[in-house]
Nanobody, 114 residues
Framework: VQLQASGGGLVQAGGSLRLSCAAS????????MSWFRQAPGKQRELVAV???????NYADSVGGRFTVSRDNAKGTMYLQMNSLKPEDTGVYYC?????????WGQGTLVTVSS
């Protein structure tokens, strides 16, 4: 199983970024997928979840600004991030769990300047 995250970068506050997570080695359409992030000096936190059926849930801190989606045909999950704030800075990871085994992508760095 491989999860390849991409799309991070440097953006000014108020800007937007779109992250992608390409999955391989799994039947993508059957798996719930998540985005986590880890800010410098802080614990990793859950940002967004999208179920295999397309239901979504978000951390309170990003609700209304971030949108998670998936393209099962491409085996890819996305995170559209709008109205970015400096506190959104961190490494963003995609994640899935299959039969109690956790899989993490390598992370993509998002830096939001004030």
């Amino acid at each position: 199983v491989q999860l390849q995250a991409s799309g991070g970068g440097l953006v000014q506050a108020g800007g937007s970024l779109r992250l992608s997570c390409a999955a391989s080695g799994i039947v993508f359409s059957l798996n719930d997928m998540s985005w986590f992030r880890q800010a410098p000096g802080k614990q990793r936190e859950l940002v967004a979840v999208i179920t295999s059926g397309g239901l979504t849930n978000y951390a309170d801190s990003v609700g209304g600004r971030f949108t998670v989606s998936r393209d099962n045909a491409k085996g890819t999950m996305y995170l559209q991030m709008n109205s970015l704030k400096p506190e959104d800075t961190g490494v963003y990871y995609c994640y899935t769990r299959i039969r109690k085994v956790e899989f993490w992508g390598q992370g993509t760095l998002v830096t939001v300047s004030s």
